[in-house]
């Protein structure tokens, strides 16, 4: 009986040694698949390769630098629409990293190190901004490389395109004088608010105002601070406030306004009529937009012709 008892042990050991061995051997594999997953290449750009943890390491890393621009929903459609274009785009980053090398062009690591501490300036702490980069499987080290590599693809595309580029006077002149009607600055309205915390106080307020006292006299009364703006309209205030504000005339007051948990009252002060801006007041502005279309054109001619004269392969 003991010897029985003895070899059932050593069978149940051996079974549960075997599914041990089993389960070890499966996570193996799925280890083993995303690391493969990861390194597989999806692209050779001449003797460089491009793989999946490229692009993966890509996309984490904008969304690193563009958290300082963007949050939430926003960032994320941001990354969306980025991804359609990645591996375009990375192509093109490898070839003008490629000519930064041919030249030995070389970067100040002084200017890498003020790139990161201003990117770091949008966290509470070090401590945030390095738990913010580990959730997206980076290191300090990595950002720092791919601003450095940034920062050489500049160089080289200040050096190749934008240092060439020479926008005559003349041009801006014929601009502005082929699109005057675009330089016609809309009408602007000046306007004063108060807020007022309840909606039967607010309305009391607006009898006050209707029955012709001053705006600064019922504010003094309720404790209220008086606010001025000025606006276009073009979308710069909150639709609610831009329909009240551009509905009523100089010297009306407007109903109070819900919005959120506050109510608002508007007093429209003055209205200023469109007019047509002069060139003096435009050509840096059409300056900036020429040399812009400029720019993109010859950078996009001189990548075409790296293109054509390199061996590019996506697999």
């Known amino acids: 009986m003991v010897k029985i008892m003895g070899q059932n042990n050593k069978l149940n050991f051996l079974k549960i040694l075997l599914f041990l061995l089993a389960i070890t051997s499966y996570e193996l594999l799925v280890t083993s698949y995303e690391l493969f997953a990861q390194d597989k290449i999806v692209a050779i750009v001449n003797k460089d390769i491009i793989t999946q943890k490229d692009l993966n390491d890509f996309i984490n890393f904008m969304r690193i630098q563009l958290s300082t621009q963007y949050q939430g929903k926003q960032l994320e459609s941001k990354i969306q629409s980025m991804k359609l274009d990645l591996l375009d785009k990375l192509i093109e980053d490898r070839l003008i990293l490629q000519e930064a090398k041919k030249d030995n062009i070389g970067i100040d690591p002084d200017r890498i190190k003020a790139k990161i501490n201003e990117i770091k300036k949008h966290y509470g702490s070090d401590t945030e ?114 329909e009240t504000v ?70």
């Open 129 to 242: 901004f390095q738990n913010a980069i580990a959730k997206q499987g980076l290191v300090q080290a990595d950002i720092e490389e791919k601003i450095r590599e940034q920062t050489l693809m500049y160089a080289v595309i200040d050096r190749e395109i934008r240092s060439k580029i020479i926008i005559k006077p003349v041009e801006v002149t014929d601009f502005y004088q082929g699109n005057i009607k675009k330089f016609i600055f809309p009408e602007q309205r000046e306007f004063e608010s108060v807020t007022v915390d309840n909606e039967s106080k607010a309305f009391e307020v607006f009898d006050k105002l209707k029955s012709g006292q001053g705006l600064e006299e019922v504010a003094n009364r309720y404790s209220l601070a008086i606010n001025k703006f000025s606006s276009l309209r073009d979308g710069q205030l909150r639709k609610d406030i831009e």
């Open 246 to 315: 551009f509905k009523i005339n100089v010297g009306q007051i407007s109903a109070p306004v819900k919005i959120e948990d506050s109510y608002y009252i508007f007093k429209l002060n003055n209205i200023i009529p469109p007019r047509q801006q002069n060139l003096s007041e435009v050509q840096e502005e059409i300056h900036a937009m020429l040399f812009n279309e400029k720019m993109q054109e010859a950078l996009t001619k001189w990548l075409d012709e790296l293109k054509r004269h390199s061996y590019i392969k996506i697999l």
